[in-house]
């Protein structure tokens, strides 16, 4: 053999050998001086939104997101994540040997910003089933009738056209103040109900003679039923797992995160009839969240009720005077808003950059109901 081919060989053999050593570290393996070997260790990549917030490990300060965190024995750690003006997210996370843990936190601002977003009056508003909207009525004055805003993703507030609030009836055909309103399945139209009329309205237009469908409002309610029971029955057969579709078909209350790829349940029949005769307070109900991804249940906490913020992440939980998100694991409770806000209507915004509530403050211009928005980044 040639004095070149054997360093040839041997050059392939130490970068191999290098490579090898490269691969193992990065999927978080050390050498120990101690064991005089490589031993297994994990990672944790911590990712936060804002960024740059302080990660401790065990109560020490360990680094800022985001950032990589290795060569941690396996075990568990207790995580906490701090940002000044923010609400700090602690976990207890579990690392294992030569896996890497990724944490994706989303920090809730400390002292949010409430604001006004109508100031004409508003009663009785309903979120669309795909999120994009949401109906109210305008009780009186020359705005009297019913409204509809549809809410885009990523744009500021009242400053894209297209996100504005429009009216789509007026009371000047029928007295829309005391109606109670209902979306289509397709969130492409509003049944106003006023007394034993009921009007289906377009909601991206104003309907200028609106059609009254008392004639044929049980066949068309029967429709939309059909159509909503349709899309259950396709979203269960998506699930792969037959125990959690099993779980989510027997469920007597069921909500889909956006995502789809997780579902809240309430399994006791018997606690659910009831609380349609309470109305609204869930509180006596043991919802669970079940994750079809990595086929885990986690339960949440009690609340008056239970909403999935858009990002999927996230649960909204409404108390008496009490607005909190949880991650959808029930852990990191974080309290959002307290103070006084009507029927525990509180809706999300579909970048999940705020929530909506209905609130009224003891002054003279600001006694009537109005749309108000809280700001979670």
């Not at 800022?64 to 075990?75: D, E």
């Not at 809410?151 to 894209?160: D, K």
């Not at 006596?284 to 079940?290: N, T």
């Amino acid at each position: 053999m040639s004095k070149r081919f054997i360093v040839t060989i041997a050059t392939l053999l130490i970068i191999a050998a290098a490579a090898g050593i490269a691969i193992f570290l990065a999927k978080g393996y050390s050498f120990s001086a101690k064991e005089k070997r490589i031993v297994g260790t994990g990672i944790i990549n911590a990712a936060s939104e804002p960024d740059a917030a302080s990660v401790f490990v065990d109560g020490h300060l360990t680094t800022s997101t985001n950032a990589t965190i290795s060569s941690l024995a396996p075990k568990n750690y207790s995580i906490k994540v701090v940002k000044e003006g923010f609400i700090p997210w602690e976990k207890d996370v579990k690392v294992s040997e030569g896996l890497v843990t990724e944490l994706k936190i989303t920090l809730f601002p400390a002292i949010p910003t409430v604001y006004p977003l109508t100031f004409s009056g508003v009663v009785a508003p309903i979120l669309s089933p795909d999120g994009s909207k949401l109906a109210y009525v305008v009780p009186q004055g020359k705005k009297g009738g019913v409204w509809v805003w549809t809410m885009a993703r990523n744009q500021p507030l009242s400053f894209a056209r297209f996100s504005e609030p429009h009216q789509i009836a007026t009371n000047t055909l029928a007295d829309f103040s005391k109606s109670t309103l209902r979306w289509s399945p397709d969130s492409k139209q509003v049944l106003a109900t006023v007394d034993s009329n009921n009007y289906l309205l377009n909601s991206d237009s104003l309907n200028s003679e609106p059609k009254d469908i008392t004639a044929i409002l049980e066949a068309t309610l029967k429709s939309w039923e059909d159509d909503t029971k349709a899309k259950e029955v396709s979203r269960i057969e998506t699930i792969k797992n037959n125990k959690l579709r099993k779980i989510a078909s027997d469920s007597a209350l069921l909500r889909w995160s956006p995502d789809e790829t997780k579902f809240m349940s309430v399994e006791s029949v018997e606690k659910v009839e009831n609380l349609k005769k309470d109305q609204k307070d869930e509180s006596k109900l043991s919802f669970k969240v079940y994750d079809s991804e990595d086929r885990k249940d986690y339960s949440l906490p009690a609340a008056r009720f239970h909403a999935w913020l858009p990002d999927s992440k996230h649960i909204i939980l409404v108390e008496e005077k009490t607005i909190s998100i949880v991650d959808f694991d029930g852990l990191n409770k974080a309290v959002i808003y307290a103070g006084n806000f009507i029927d525990d209507f509180v809706f999300p915004w579909p970048d999940s950059s705020r929530l909506v509530i209905i609130s009224s403050f003891p002054t003279p211009t600001a006694s009537e109901p109005n749309l108000y928005g809280i700001n979670l980044k």
